[in-house]
């Protein structure tokens, strides 16, 4: 097996005292979609956060295109190939929907996606190009998270609580995109907490519990029983 | 077998308690062993205590950065003078009324001012101390812009010779230098403390406990305020002169206090104590440098709040663990023998 | 007439206040950084003026050329050097630091040029001036500094709302962590707002020791008078910044009328005034 595009070995990551990883390994292969599961506080967003950059205080390995992420700032992360859309949106309420695109690709990585390409994606976006992103509805919030995280042309989308707080008719949209977005080699780590619809697009799921990996495999590998003991540690 | 038992003093802090109450008998009774110059000093060194002190709980517990506390100095000053030349009050007096006065003048000045967040609050109330500064100097029958006097008969009245209005006056300045100590240390002790302390680490979080943050910011703000007036009239009972421009001074009232609680180490109760005393020891070292002194100052100031934000305090606690005047829990661990 | 003129020539000196305060509500929107020593750059730039001019007899305008550049270089010097490592959630430090950078700017003019106060000399711009109708004179040099600040406005509006530069300002203004997964590197994105401050501070420093007598205590009432157009024009909104500078400029020149001592009073009330009728300024942001 050829060596994979994100290796996470060994990592250790704290919020102040509190440690919310504890010896932490993933492997990431080009073009995968993992899902990430786990209850609430098991560290998946952390994961995500240490991967993108943000959290300063972790030890480890983080090995990107064989390159040691450890000590690389995030803003210097994203021009390398990983991209993180984060929970809640984040998106920038100053700037209008196109803008919040335009500064998503602020790092110039050349590929498939520019503006145009995320409206032909989400063409409501395209409609209200020129509105501030604060006038956009709770999906097509997310839809432009997605599209600002894409317009660096990422090899590694990191996908943060894609369904949280979205109507189930909107989620069941985003998804249906989802193929859309992750097709062209592009390689995506979700963390979901809709879990059954997160195994029915992944490839391969890890699931976490406090701060630890307790389950990880081909979604089809396990029962329900499994996998709902490795969520709740029963 | 352990148990856990909650206190708030350890041993040095009752070491420290003992030894602050010998001290200050010992400088209470300084009219009887000092001279007329070193009572001066340790006068003064008292008002800036005071000073450092208040200005500490404005900014450090309270969060309330203000860099207008010459507005209170001034203001009190100003009122020991008009209540002593034209009510004919006694002196000491007039102190606490000038508190009073000042207190009821804050509270219209802080619904102004509180509308200011974090920084821009500083200047509001840089901006309300020159207006102060602006009105007083318009008033003619204080002197306006050039200032007045207090006649020597009101200094007569107060007491007949001079070594007793020294020492009046130098008891006045102890008591308002221990007392704003002890206020600030039984305030943080109290309820009020706590809430302070809760505000300073989540202002969102307090809300939500329940706790009334801006009625006790607001009390802070007067208490601070009414105590600075009578350090303020203070300053000018001593001076005998008072004139707009050395009343309100930025540079004499705020800027060297500041640089005392940031050099000794802000939100600290002892912080303010040691800046103060720091402060003096440098000036005695180094006042003739002038304009050189206050450079080094500044320099000094800006490199404690970049290496070090809470100050030579901050540090030496940190290293040791230690607090001379706690006012925080602390959980010591018994062994207990059984 | 005569009130008409005043109103006019307040308005003219409003548009310095503008240049004071525009850097300090830039910086404020990018890095809600509250610069205390804002008015002693401004006084340091004049006194930078004065000395690029005593040593090659540059025409104060001309001087522009090495002191804007000079101060932009500063201030980004500052942000990376010192600036950035106060900022934080705590409002303190950057507070306390640019408060001791203030008090060591004053002592520092006072050792190098003592307490004498000094004026740029712009020859014939100076004193010319044209009537626009009969009692009502314009002065050339007044009349640029209020064209410079509007242009100052307008170039900052352009460069904000519609550039590269000017969305990541924005953007890490929002939300200084995101901003970061965007490729933004925060700091290096306050040191150009700082510079940014710093090149209109130079301008204002320039306009200012032109129009009257300088001394190295002047800067701190150049800070209140940029705070209080920025308060009186709404946080976050340099057009308002511009319409405070003018406001405060009137209010001052018709205080001044009424009392010479009245002058800088009146402005203060005026903005007190505001500040308990209409604490969140005239044009506050959000309609864009």
Known sequence: MSEPLLSVEGLDAFHGDAQALTSLDLTLARGELLALIGANGAGKSTLLKCVAGLVKNRRGAIRFKGEDLLRIPAFEIVAKGIALVPEGRRLFPSLSVEENLLIGGKVGRPGLWTTAAVYELFPVLRDKRHAPSTSLSGGQQQMLAIGRGLMSNPDILLLDELSLGLAPVVIKQIYELLPKVVGNGLSVILVEQDVKRALSVADRFMCMLEGKVSLEGKPDAFTGEQITSAYFGT | MSTHHVTRSTMLSRFALVT????????????????????????????YLALASLWNLLAGYTGLVSVGQ?????????????LAIHAGMHPLAAIPAAGIAAALVSIPVAKLVFRLNGAYFAIGTWVVAEVFRLVFAQMSSLGGGSGSSLPITIMKEMAGSKAMRESLIYWAALMLGVGSVAFVYM????????????????????LSLGIAIPRIKLAVYVCVSAATAMVGSLIFLQKLRIAPDAAFSVNDWTVLVIFMVVIGGIGTIEGPIIGTILFFILREFLADLGSIYLMILGVLAIVIMVISPKGIWGLVSDRLGISLLPVGYRVETREDLR | MGWINIVIQGMLVGGLYALFATGLSLIFGVMRLVNIAHGDLIIGAAYLAYTVIQLTGLHPLASL????????????????????????????????????????????????????SRKLNAGSLEIGSFSLVPGIDIG????????????????????????????????????????????????????????????????????LAVRANFDPFMGPSRLIFGFEAVIIGGL??????????????????????????????????????ILAVRPQGLFPRGVT
């Not at chain 2, 209170?72 to 008009?82: D, P």
Request: charged share 10%; with cysteine; hydrophobic share 60%.
């Open chain 2, 20 to 47: 602050a109450i010998a001290l200050v008998v010992l400088l209470a009774a300084a009219p009887a062993w000092a001279s007329t110059a070193t009572l001066r000093l340790i006068g003064e060194v008292m008002i």
């Open chain 2, 70 to 82: 010459q507005a209170y100095v001034g203001f009190g000053g100003y009122m020991l003078f008009t």
């Open chain 2, 187 to 206: 305030l943080l002790r109290s309820r009020i403390g706590l809430a302070l302390t809760a505000i300073r680490d989540s202002e969102t979080a307090s």
């Open chain 3, 65 to 116: 050329v090495v002191v804007v550049p000079a101060a932009a270089a500063f201030g980004y010097g500052l942000q990376l050097g010192i600036l950035n490592r106060t900022l934080d959630k705590d409002i303190l430090p950057p507070l306390l630091v640019t408060f001791g950078l203030s008090v060591i700017i004053q002592n520092a003019l006072l050792e190098i040029y003592s307490a004498d």
């Open chain 3, 140 to 207: 050339y040099f007044p009349l640029l500094t209020f064209l410079s600040a509007i242009a100052v406005v307008w170039a900052l509006q352009v460069l904000l709302f519609h550039s590269p530069a000017g969305r990541a300002f924005r953007a890490v203004s929002d939300d200084p962590e995101v901003s970061q997964l965007m490729g933004c590197d925060n700091r290096r994105v306050y040191a150009w707002a700082m510079a940014l401050s710093m090149a209109v501070v130079a301008m204002a420093g320039v306009f």
């Open chain 3, 236 to 273: 976050g909104n340099l057009w308002g910044t511009l319409a405070g500078g003018i406001i405060l400029g009137v209010a001052q020149a018709v205080g001044a009328q009424i009392d010479p001592g009245w002058q800088v009073l009146a402005g203060h009330l005026v903005f007190l005034v």
